[in-house]
């Protein structure tokens, strides 16, 4: 529909942008993709938008934008600024208000401990596909709740958080040096990160060993 009204629209411009009938059909599976869970109405609206204002199809970007400005993208933030806030309150998440219900999700499916140790490179664009997923849900009106956390539901997870906070604190390293801990026991992920660690850790010119698992007594 939208590549339809584009071709009324924009006429011999619109047949500019594209130089074979593959490359539309490329296009029209990414707009596709970028625009799902949005309603017909709202991409009605966005496209007489483009009418209105814009002497060139707009591009995917531009389009989400006028889409946003029309409806306020219902009050979801933009995935940099979900990404930023998830990171920022990844310490105490529980007692955050947080800017949209999603963010929140996002950040407890991707880890509260992923986004406190990882480098930005390496788990914002997980952040963000899980965010979009979301977002997704919400344009489609979907209605999101925060879980209400169980008696002993994440104790493991809860434990060897906790344990790696007051390790690192009382050792004076660096949180990200024990993410080793939180793969599953035995497996080789684990045991090569623990490596990677004790090497940095030993460059650095401690003399510590770093623990196989969270049984060290911390007193």
Not at 47 to 67: D, G, H, Q, Y
Not at 70 to 97: V, W
Not at 123 to 138: G, I, K, N, T
Request: aromatic fraction near 10%.
């Amino acid at each position: 529909m939208i590549f339809a009204r584009f071709m009324a629209i924009y006429g011999h411009k619109f047949k500019s942008c594209f130089e074979t009938e593959n490359e539309i059909r490329l296009a029209k599976r990414e707009w596709a993709l970028s625009l799902e869970g949005y309603s017909e109405s709202a991409l009605v609206a966005a496209v007489n938008r483009c009418k209105e204002t814009l002497a060139w199809m707009p591009t995917v970007s531009e389009f989400l934008a006028i889409l946003r400005d029309l409806q306020g993208d219902f009050g979801l933030p933009s995935d940099t600024a979900a990404y930023h806030e998830a990171c920022h309150k990844a310490g105490d998440p529980a007692s955050h208000q947080w800017s949209h219900i999603a963010v929140y999700l996002a950040g407890r499916e991707v880890g509260w401990f992923r986004l406190r140790s990882e480098e930005a490179n390496q788990v914002q664009p997980v952040f963000c596909y899980a965010y979009e997923q979301l977002c997704q849900r919400v344009r489609r009106g979907e209605s999101l709740h925060k879980p209400v956390v169980k008696g002993i539901q994440d104790q493991q997870d809860n434990t060897t958080a906790q344990f790696i906070l007051e390790f690192a604190k009382q050792k004076g390293i660096t949180e990200d040096l024990l993410y080793y801990l939180t793969k599953p026991k035995g497996t080789q992920i684990r045991e090569r990160l623990r490596a990677q660690a004790q090497l940095q850790l030993d460059a650095q010119g401690f003399k510590l060993q770093l623990p196989e698992d969270t049984s060290v007594s911390l007193s």
